[in-house]
Every structure is written in C-alpha cells, then in structure tokens.
T-cell receptor, first 110, second 115 residues
Framework: AQRVTQPEKLLSVFKGAPVELKCNYS??????LFWYVQYSRQRLQLLLR??SRESIKGFTADLNKGETSFHLKKPFAQEEDSAMYYC????????????FGAGTRLAVHP | NAGVTQTPKFQVLKTGQSMTLQCAQD?????MYWYRQDPGMGLRLIYY???????DKGEVPNGYNVSRLNKREFSLRLESAAPSQTSVYFC??????????????FGDGTRLSIL
C-alpha cells in the first residue's frame, strides 16, 4: 500500500539551529515528491518539489531512494519558518494520487 | 487575488441534515479537488475533477457527492450528514492533474461540525 509517514508531530528548535523534517514513504516505484507548508493564518501552499531540485527559503529536500525518504532540511532555522509542514509524494496510477503525510509542526524559538 | 474561494468558512449541522460546500477558482485551472483533514492525519482526497465535465472518486468518497458545475466551480454535497463527517474540508485546484511538478492551490478550508 502507498503510505507516507512523518514521524514527528512537533519539532522544536532555537533560531539558528539546523532543521530536518523527516518524511518516509512506502511505494515500489519512484514517486514525484513535494513539500507543502501552512504558515499561521495562511493557506496551505507548495514549498518545493523534488523535480525542480530547487531551494526555497533556504530549504532543500534530499531524495534517498534506498531509504525511500525525502527529508526537508535547512541549515539555520529562522523564526518565520514556524509552520506546519506536509510531505506529499505523488503516486502514479489510474489517477496520480497526491498522498499527504500527517504533518510536522516546526516551532522556531528566539 | 482570490485564487481558490471556499464557502462557508464554518458550519454546524445536525445529524441527517444536508448541505453543499462551495468552491470556486479564478486561475483558469482544469483540475479541482476536495480533501478532508482530521486531527492527526494528513489530507485525504474525497473526490476530484481532472477536467470540466469529469469527476472521480478519491480515497474516502462514501457519504459525499460532487458536481463540477463549470470550469470555475466544484461543489461537495453531504446528503445526510453524520458525526463522522466532522472535519475540515479543503478545496484545491491545479492547472492540470497533479504530475510533473504541477502544484495544487488550496482554499482556506471549511470547518464543519456535525452534532
């Protein structure tokens, strides 16, 4: 079965500390991979997509096919990074299903 | 710059009542989606519409119906509300069915409570 797991409900760090939000998926193929973010009082929005190999707001995401993981990283967290982060692999099939993880709340303290 | 607009934002229903959640997008997107989000869980797809004139079931379609009224609007109907349908409902749209990096754009959500 296709599944995505974000093991941490809450990740609490201090400003300037490195951040890694974990995401693991179970799938026999190679899904496209996305991270979505929801800041306080804002809509859920796309943060970055693996296919673009981009860095957005200092975040990058590394795909590890062997471990089927797509962890989100930032070397120096900022207070404005505090938000809910959702990992969302896209599994191909009759319909390309975007499966959302349960989310990790990142709290960056001054 | 509205993007995806959902109405209402909040609603309380009694068991057995019916209601329709409205969603409209102004980005000329072809594909639209309805999700529900329950505490401690990710968003789960209820129904989607890959293009105007088509609708298909997602992961959790039971108890819901949808209508793609036109390219802009995609409504979700609860015919006989049940307490298990208490949730936050999100509508989203994308230029094409999500693939090749196409992002989905989300509305603010509708918080629905069924007593």
């Amino acid at each position: 079965a296709q599944r995505v797991t974000q093991p941490e409900k809450l990740l609490s760090v201090f400003k300037g500390a490195p951040v890694e939000l974990k995401c693991n998926y179970s799938y026999s193929g190679s899904p496209e991979l996305f991270w979505y973010v929801q800041y306080s009082r804002q809509r859920l929005q796309l943060l970055l997509r693996h296919i673009s190999r981009e860095s957005i707001k200092g975040f990058t995401a590394d795909l590890n096919k062997g471990e089927t993981s797509f962890h989100l990283k930032k070397p120096f967290a900022q207070e404005e990074d505090s938000a809910m982060y959702y990992c969302a692999p896209l599994f191909s099939g009759g319909y390309n299903k975007l499966i959302f993880g349960a989310g990790t709340r990142l709290a960056v303290h001054p | 710059n509205a993007g995806v607009t959902q109405t209402p934002k909040f609603q309380v229903l009694k068991t057995g009542q019916s209601m329709t959640l409205q969603c409209a997008q102004d980005m000329n997107h072809n594909s639209m989606y309805w999700y529900r989000q329950d505490p401690g869980m990710g968003l789960r797809l209820i129904y989607y519409s890959a293009s105007e004139g088509t609708t298909d079931k997602g992961e959790v379609p039971n108890g819901y119906n949808v209508s793609r009224l036109n390219k802009r609007e995609f409504s979700l109907r609860l015919e006989s509300a049940a307490p298990s349908q208490t949730s936050v409902y999100f509508c989203a749209s994308s230029e094409r069915p999500t693939q090749g990096g196409q992002p989905q754009h989300f509305g603010d959500g509708t918080r629905l409570s069924i007593l």
